[in-house]
């Protein structure tokens, strides 16, 4: 399905969130699930947790936060990930509600499978399902993390092994 789903608006789901989206709203105006979720998303949070601890941010570049985070070298940018993971995972239950996803929600590409084990210890899940009256709803829906390199590709050619009934 066509669509541009990562320009819809970011909708917070906690108080340290919602800090964010007014320190992100003073900087951008219109704040998109995107400006969290993609690109310079990691480091938007990063630089949002800096300012709101009345610190200097030291990382620039996503990969730089997602490094120091990963080793346990800076309580933000771990802090970043985990806001992360959470933003992630109720943009995605959001999508599994708004699209009826009763086969599953795939997450690929990007920053995630960079930190595959991270992500799957996090709250993604719990917020994928935090949705009131709902929560049972989308406990039943299953979420894949796609790690391939080229899933791409290796769709396309089990679709014309199929297609030419090649084994």
Aim: proline share 4%; charged share 20%; aromatic share 10%.
């Amino acid at each position: 399905m066509d669509g541009e789903g990562g320009h819809v608006s970011f909708a917070p789901n906690t108080r340290e969130q919602a800090d964010i989206l007014l320190l992100l709203q003073e900087q951008f105006g219109h704040v998109s699930a995107e400006r969290i979720l993609a690109g310079q998303g990691l480091v938007n949070l990063y630089h949002s947790l800096c300012r709101l601890e009345g610190k200097q941010p030291v990382f620039h570049e996503p990969k730089e936060v997602t490094g120091a985070a990963l080793a346990n070298e800076c309580p933000l940018a771990l802090r970043s990930l985990n806001i992360f993971c959470e933003v992630m995972g109720g943009f995605a239950g959001n999508l599994a509600l708004n699209l009826s996803c009763i086969g599953g929600v795939y997450i690929a590409g990007g920053i995630v499978p960079r930190f595959v084990d991270f992500f799957q210890a996090s709250d993604f899940r719990k917020y994928f399902e935090d949705k009131g009256r709902f929560k049972s709803y989308l406990a039943s829906i299953p979420t894949y993390l796609i790690i391939h390199d080229n899933p791409g590709l290796l769709g396309a050619s089990v679709y014309l092994r199929q297609e030419l009934n090649i084994i």
